[in-house]
């Protein structure tokens, strides 16, 4: 539907091709990048419809192969224009419609946030409404140098923002700083202990003494590397204690019991295929809804889809179309056989596994069974894991 409403406000024509070379034709138009629909064979011909700005492109196609072009019919905006010019309410309407696009575009009516990864548009978004930033704003509150430099202010990530305001749309480009651990100077006298129990695997220790080497055996809540530096003199002798935040890589490997279930009995979604449609205009922030307003089904599942309307992706309107899709369906009671219980459960399996990667652990091993029985799908077993460790505790440091 938006896109049959693009065409209409732009323009399209109707075209039969007679002789000549049609597939070389067709290929021609393809490689133009020419938008083609309704390709039908007629009368030993064929008809096609393209877009109205597409039709001086058709120029040279037409001469490389010698195929005569007949416009059959023309539709869209444009013409509609066209045919009642002389109209006087047509002229009345378009001084109303310039004033109108003159009016609306004082206002901001599309805002476009990109390169943010650490905040979520909706937390950029929140902080711009309340600067006065938002959908129908008006463009001469705006002053985009500060809004830049509250931006930084708000947001310590943003090493560098750019706000722009092209037409009715605010274009806000940031660039985040990347994510590093605090340097150590600004870290307290910390040590780094055990966050589970399990065998050392490797550990690297950049600072901080290592009380553990690979191999070992800790236990959750141990101290793995301490913040106590001892200084020795030529003698071999203590000297002083000095104390640092510990810095170290240390990896654990740990083994996990797995266990999970569930019924081979289970509900499933069944589509009907029965659909219904529902148009909508949103203007400003009212919706009109232009059919079916209440759907009649009692189970459904809701697609909405909508377009703003504008001239381009810098002027955009204060307008919307679209339409919501209720698909009806009913719940159904299925049981899995024994070869399908023990496909969901792997897929289950792997599913749990592949969040575990996604978390930073690495599986060394996994024995994990499943068993099928009259009513459920049991799997147990145990998980083995490498995972970084060495959680951070602060300390008062003794002098001495």
């Known amino acids: 539907m938006i896109e049959a409403l693009q065409r209409y406000l732009k323009g399209w024509v109707r075209i039969r091709l007679e002789g000549g070379s049609y597939e070389r034709f067709l290929n021609l138009l393809s490689a133009k990048e020419i938008d083609t629909w309704d390709l039908l064979s007629v009368d030993g011909g064929y008809e096609l419809s393209i877009r109205l700005c597409d039709v001086r492109k058709l120029k040279d196609i037409r001469r490389k192969c010698s195929t005569r072009i007949k416009i059959v019919k023309k539709s869209g905006f444009p013409f509609f224009l066209h045919t009642y010019r002389r109209r006087k ?14 009016f609306l575009s004082s206002f901001i009516w599309n805002i476009e946030v990109s390169g943010n990864l650490g905040e979520t548009d909706e937390t950029v978004f929140a902080y711009l409404k309340s600067e006065g930033v938002f959908f129908g704003a008006k463009k001469s509150t705006l002053d985009c140098k500060e809004l830049q430099a509250k931006l930084r202010q708000e947001f310590p ?21 990347a994510i590093t651990d605090p340097g150590q100077e600004q870290l307290p006298v910390s040590s780094l202990q055990a966050e589970r129990g399990g065998t050392v695997v490797s550990i690297v220790t950049r600072k901080g003494t290592p009380l553990v080497k690979a191999g070992d055996r800790v236990e959750k809540g141990e101290i793995l590397v301490s913040s ?12 002083k204690t000095e104390y640092c935040a510990a ?4 990896f654990l490997r740990t083994v996990y019991e797995y266990q999970d279930s569930f019924p081979l009995q289970y509900q499933k979604k069944v589509y009907t295929g029965r659909e219904e449609k529902d148009y909508f205009i949103r203007i400003f922030n009212g919706i009109f809804r232009l059919a079916h307003p ?4 009692s189970d459904y599942d809701t697609m909405t889809e909508s377009h703003q309307l504008g001239f381009s992706r810098y002027f955009k309107l204060p307008l919307f179309v679209g ?30 596994l592949q969040k575990i990667q996604d978390g930073g652990a690495e599986i060394e091993d996994k024995q994990i069974e499943i068993t099928v029985t009259g009513k459920e799908c049991r799997m147990e077993g145990t998980v083995t894991l490498i995972q970084k460790t060495g959680k951070r505790v602060t300390e008062i440091p003794i002098e001495g």
């Open 157 to 177: 990530d943003f090493i560098w923002v750019s706000a722009r305001l092209v037409g009715t749309s605010l274009f806000i480009d940031v660039e985040e700083n």
């Open 247 to 250: 810095d170290a890589d240390i």
């Open 294 to 297: 209440d759907t009649a089904f």
């Open 228 to 239: 106590a530096l001892p200084i020795y003199n030529d003698s071999q002798e203590l000297e």
């Open 323 to 352: 339409q919501r899709i209720s698909r009806e369906y009913r719940m159904e009671t299925f049981t899995y056989t024994g070869e399908e219980a023990e496909r969901e459960a792997a897929r289950q399996i792997q599913a749990n």
């Open 89 to 102: 309410f047509l002229a009345v309407g378009a001084l109303f419609g310039f004033l109108l696009m003159f």
